[in-house]
């Protein structure tokens, strides 16, 4: 091959930026710029640059805003307090049950038997009163029984007067 033609050099991609060429060579830019990466330089004087094997340190957790509002602290304490007293509400009434059926048909009978003594309590009465006004027995003939007419008048003058009224025996 002639002198006068050239072989171009390869070209190499670097992903660092180039610092500086010292005698040709091509000297890489300090990694500082990305993190965990270093260059080392080895006893033959070569220079390595890679990731190093120590993690970065991870980043702190930003702290509470805020504590928790005191309404919600009891609330959450409450919570399981009212939960267990529905629960044992509900045993409660599942062994009472049967009492309260019991109960029930017993309020029954007895608003029956008020209905029944409101009802017996007047004819017993009247039957008893006519006994006693009636005949006396042994006589033979009744007595007779005299009723009394009472008529009463009332008047009243407007929608909101006086009320007057007489009454005849």
Not at 119 to 137: E, H, K, M, N, Q
């Amino acid at each position: 091959m002639p002198d006068h033609i050239h072989t171009p050099a390869p070209v190499i991609h670097h992903p660092i930026p180039l610092a500086a060429t010292i005698h040709g060579a091509v000297v890489p830019a300090p990694p500082a710029a990305l993190p965990a990466v270093t260059s080392v330089q080895l006893p033959d004087g070569r220079i390595v640059t890679g990731y190093t094997l120590i993690p970065t340190p991870p980043v702190p957790a930003r702290p509470a805003v805020g504590s928790v509002p005191a309404w919600a602290k009891t609330t959450a304490l409450l919570a399981p307090t009212v939960g267990g007293g529905v629960a044992a509400a509900g045993v409660g009434l599942s062994y009472a049950a049967p009492g309260l059926i019991a109960m029930s048909h017993a309020l029954w009978s007895a608003a029956a038997l008020v209905v029944a003594a409101v009802i017996a309590v007047p004819l017993a009465l009247r039957s008893v009163r006519r006994a006693f006004t009636g005949d006396s027995g042994g006589s033979g003939g009744g007595s007779v029984r005299t009723t009394t007419h009472i008529t009463q008048n009332i008047t009243a003058t407007g929608l909101f007067g006086r009320a007057n009224g007489t009454i005849n025996h």
